[in-house]
DNA sequence: CTTCCGGCGAGACGCACCGTCTTGTCAGCC
DNA sequence: GGCTGACAAGACGGTGCGTCTCGCCGGAAG
């Protein structure tokens, strides 16, 4: 009995070819903006790639799986291009309002970008139905986006701008919850109208001040 | 030509047999619970009910759509078990907070029974990457919910508990979506002390008063 | 530089389910 | 009581699944 691995005889990562790899990426994005999530096949990813559909399932265990991967390849090319810190620190100039409406603005434009709006709305959709999936979309996707709202918020309690005992972690979910059900279920149509009035919502309530 | 069809020589619904429409919404309800929504099968579902393929075919386009009817027949059913107007009218004692809360927490026990949960994530999975599938969810199954939501605003602003320029459907996604996102998402925990706490933003905001 | 091991592209395989179609039966309006 | 069409059952070709087998070839080790 030797080295026993999780899955017999693993493959060598040593040897694996980065040129499969990137061709799978690509044509798994590829496919999901084209065709949709449902249509997006193993097979078609294979074929489109110029690849045997053994390399897909050597490296990755689901469709979600491949598309996941994909698309966190996509996120940090993307990131990268951009230029560090550009997106992905929320503004402090001192007035808490302005800055989240301000990147919600931004998120509102991203939302209605199709390259980034196909796969994030499959794997949502894959983790709604498959929890193990569902989690990790949270926790590679969502999570570190919500952190940057987290260190937001408990800036402006330093600042006295928001009560010290409000769970910055449920306050955040004022703003993005709606935004996300909006976009996810179709509830409401989005606009900067629309997140503008939420963070006016959040930050005062709707009781009389 | 004689009357034109929107599918051709459409069925006799008078002929249709009750019988086995019943059978199809149990079949289906049971195994989605059982099996999970992507092992529920068109055929799996005509075998467990005892019923004839076509016959599933000839009244229903999609699994989405045969779900979505016997889902919403359990709903009709269970509104019916329940006795009318029970808990499909938000309670008005004045309190607006108190009536949210109470509310919220037997819509976190609603979430939590399998019966329930199974059948309306897997719509809500379909809806999210099938926007047709998403409107008519949203439309016959979440919408009437949030109608009553934005009622019991309209009525606390006519009682000065609510501003009066605050917008009513926009004001019940700071406490509903964050739910919905939480569960359909797993974005984190749901309990009463949760959604107690969102009602608390929701109406006071997180800026100090 | 040579050897060799294992990932590679290609595609055949059996299986499950799809959506359509066929058959004979039987239930319900006329 | 007769006709019509929905019904249960299941055959059918098509498609994607996940596994497998085949040579090929490219990178790590010697």
Known sequence: ???????????????????????????????????????????????????GKQTIYRWWSSKAEVLMEAFLDLSEQAAREAGPEKVYVIPDTGDLAADLKAVLRLTVDQLKDPRFEAPSRALAAEGVVDEKVGRAFVAKLLEPSLQLYVDRVRAAQEAGQVRPEIDPRIALELWVSPLAQRWLQYTGPISYDYTDTLVDYALHGIAPR
Request: hydrophobic fraction near 35%.
């Open 1 to 51: 009995m030797a080295t026993q691995n999780p899955k017999q005889t693993a493959p060598d990562t040593a040897r694996r070819s980065e040129r499969s790899r990137r061709a799978i990426y690509e044509a798994a994005l590829d496919l999901v903006v084209e065709a949709g999530y449902p249509k997006t096949t193993i097979e078609g990813i294979a074929a489109r790639a110029g690849v």
